[in-house]
C-alpha cells in the first residue's frame, strides 16, 4: 500500500520556537517535496529533494531548511518559527522529479503564536 | 519564476451540469499535465493526467483536453455531483523540470 505520512498532524508553537516537521514515504521514490498551503494562494513549494543529501531550493525556501539522510524520510525544519508560518504543510512524493504522479502526505496544520 | 495561470478561482454549478476549469503554461518543454483533487481537510489527489502525445483523455466523467500549439489545458466534469465539490489544480511539469501548480478552483456543485 503506497503511503507518505506525516508527523505530527497538528502543532501550536510560539514564536521564536524550533519546529520539526516529519514525513516518510514506503515507496522507495526518490524524490520528495515540501509544500505549503494558503488559502488562495494554493501550493507552494518550499524545498524539494532529489535524493538523499541532495536537496534544492523551491520557490519559498526563506526561514525553511530540510535534511533527507534516509531516502525515506524527509525533514522540514523551522528555525525560530515566525507566526507568518501558520499554514498547512504537505509532503509530497514521486518516483522522479519531473513528469510524474506525486503521492501527498495527509498534512500538518501548524499554528504559531 | 514559471507559471500555471487557472482560472477560474471559484465555479460553482448546478448538480448534473457541466464544470470546466482551464489551466495555461509557460514552458513549451513541458509534457506532463496532471489534475488534482483536494477535498476538505484532505490531501490533494491525482485523478487524472494527461502526457504530450495526447490531445484528450476521459476516465469516470472527467475529460482533460490538451492544446500544445496554445499552451492550453482543460478539466472538464461531466454530470456533477455533490462528491465533486472539492478543490482542484492543475500542474505542468517535463522530464527537465519540476511541477508547478496552478492557484487551484474551488468547485461548489449546487443542489
Known amino acids: 500500500d503506497m503511503k507518505v505520512t506525516q508527523m505530527p498532524r497538528y502543532l501550536i508553537k510560539r514564536m521564536g520556537e524550533n519546529v520539526l516537521l516529519e514525513c516518510g514515504q514506503d515507496?522507495?521514490?526518490?524524490?520528495m517535496y515540501w509544500y505549503r498551503q494558503d488559502p488562495g494562494l494554493g501550493l507552494q513549494l518550499i524545498y524539494i529533494s532529489y535524493d538523499v543529501d541532495s536537496n534544492s531550493e523551491g520557490d519559498i525556501p526563506k526561514g525553511y531548511r530540510v535534511s533527507r539522510k534516509k531516502r525515506e524520510h524527509f525533514s522540514l525544519i523551522l528555525d525560530s518559527a515566525k507566526t507568518n508560518q501558520t499554514s498547512v504543510y504537505f509532503c509530497?512524493?514521486?518516483?522522479?522529479?519531473?513528469?510524474?504522479?506525486?503521492?501527498f502526505g495527509p498534512g500538518t496544520r501548524l499554528t504559531v503564536l | 519564476g514559471e507559471q500555471v495561470e487557472q482560472l477560474p478561482s471559484i465555479l460553482r454549478v448546478q448538480e448534473g451540469s457541466s464544470a470546466s476549469i482551464n489551466c495555461t503554461y509557460e514552458?513549451?518543454?513541458?509534457?506532463?499535465f496532471p489534475w488534482y483533487k483536494q477535498e476538505p481537510g484532505e490531501n490533494p489527489k491525482l485523478i487524472i493526467d494527461i502526457r504530450s502525445n495526447m490531445e484528450r483523455k476521459q476516465t469516470q466523467g472527467l475529460i482533460v483536453l490538451l492544446d500544445k500549439k496554445a499552451k492550453r489545458f482543460s478539466l472538464h466534469i461531466t454530470d456533477t455531483q455533490p462528491g465533486d465539490s472539492a478543490m482542484y489544480f492543475c500542474?505542468?511539469?517535463?522530464?527537465?523540470?519540476?511541477?508547478?501548480f496552478g492557484t487551484g478552483t474551488r468547485l461548489q456543485v449546487l443542489p
Open positions: 509530497a512524493s514521486s518516483r522522479d522529479w519531473g513528469a510524474y504522479e506525486q503521492y
Open positions: 514552458n513549451s518543454a513541458s509534457n506532463y
Open positions: 515507496m522507495s521514490h526518490e524524490t
Open positions: 500542474a505542468a511539469s517535463s522530464n527537465t523540470n519540476k511541477v508547478v
